[in-house]
Nanobody
Framework: QEHLVESGGALVQSGGSLRLSCAGV????????IGWFRQAPGKELEGVSC????????FYRDPVKGRFTTSRDNAKNTAYLQMNNLKFEATGIYFC????????????????????WGQGTQVTVSA
């Protein structure tokens, strides 16, 4: 059964950096757009970024623009989310998700667009 595995979550001080990874298991990510989502404590799941195959289109949630970068290495079947200058409000569980659809500017952040999910990795930013 295909699924995704996230890693890289940790406790980090405000202003610090982390790189999250998303590896495909029994799933060829080269043919899938990859989204990153965050679930902060007590809040709803929200989209963080989306990257299409071959990096043709990339979208970010406004508050993370300029600080977060999503990328992919199809040869390693892995996608990444580089997070710099982390702020306390970045705390939460981060999920990666895959879809056979392209990232579309009006829908990339909607969870129902994605059909394969990882189990999540915890990111905690200390104030």
């Amino acid at each position: 059964q295909e699924h995704l595995v996230e890693s890289g979550g940790a406790l980090v001080q405000s202003g610090g950096s982390l790189r999250l990874s998303c590896a495909g298991v029994n799933s060829d990510l080269g043919y899938r757009s990859i989204g990153w989502f965050r679930q902060a404590p007590g809040k709803e799941l929200e989209g963080v970024s989306c990257i299409t195959t071959n990096d043709r289109d990339i979208f970010y949630r406004d508050p993370v623009k300029g600080r977060f970068t999503t990328s992919r290495d199809n040869a390693k079947n892995t996608a990444y989310l580089q997070m710099n200058n982390l702020k306390f409000e970045a705390t939460g569980i981060y999920f990666c998700a895959a879809t056979r659809l392209d990232c579309h500017e009006r829908t990339w952040y909607k969870a129902y667009e994605y059909d394969t999910w990882g189990q999540g990795t915890q990111v905690t930013v200390s104030a």
